[in-house]
């Protein structure tokens, strides 16, 4: 069974900085890219930003482009989100979750939820203004 477990959401103040971590537990799988998306409440979740795998490529939601910065580990199959410049609507539950589709190599990672197949469970950000 594959688990995906975020850490690292809290409360900040506006102009704080967050990083959030995402682990595997589990069993091991493959995976194109991992991503970051969140969820405000009553607003549908959003992507944030996606890295592939194997090469590093990365994207970004405009609204966090400059601000946040997505990377990763392979050997401790961990992906971070570090998150600069906090503004109150940043405030959401962060979902970490993979996409294990194969793709063509050096294709950019989807930033599109429904082609990420395994999720975590989310880590709530507030950003107090």
């Known amino acids: 069974q594959v688990q995906l477990v975020e850490s690292g959401g809290g409360l900040v103040q506006a102009g704080g900085s967050l990083r959030l971590s995402c682990a595997d537990s589990g069993r091991t799988f493959s995976r194109y890219a991992m991503g970051w998306f969140r969820q405000a409440p009553g607003k549908e979740r959003e992507f944030v930003s996606a890295i592939t795998w194997n090469i590093g490529t990365t994207t970004y939601a405009d609204s966090v482009k400059g601000r946040f910065a997505i990377s990763k580990d392979n050997a401790k199959n961990t992906v971070y989100l570090q998150m600069n410049s906090l503004k109150p609507e940043d405030t959401a539950v962060y979902y970490c979750?993979?996409?294990?589709?194969?793709?063509?190599?050096?294709?950019?990672?989807?930033?599109?939820?429904?082609?990420?197949?395994?999720w975590g469970q989310g880590t709530q950000v507030t950003v107090s203004s």
């Open positions: 979750a993979a996409d294990i589709t194969e793709r063509i190599f050096g294709s950019l990672p989807s930033m599109w939820g429904r082609e990420y197949k395994y």
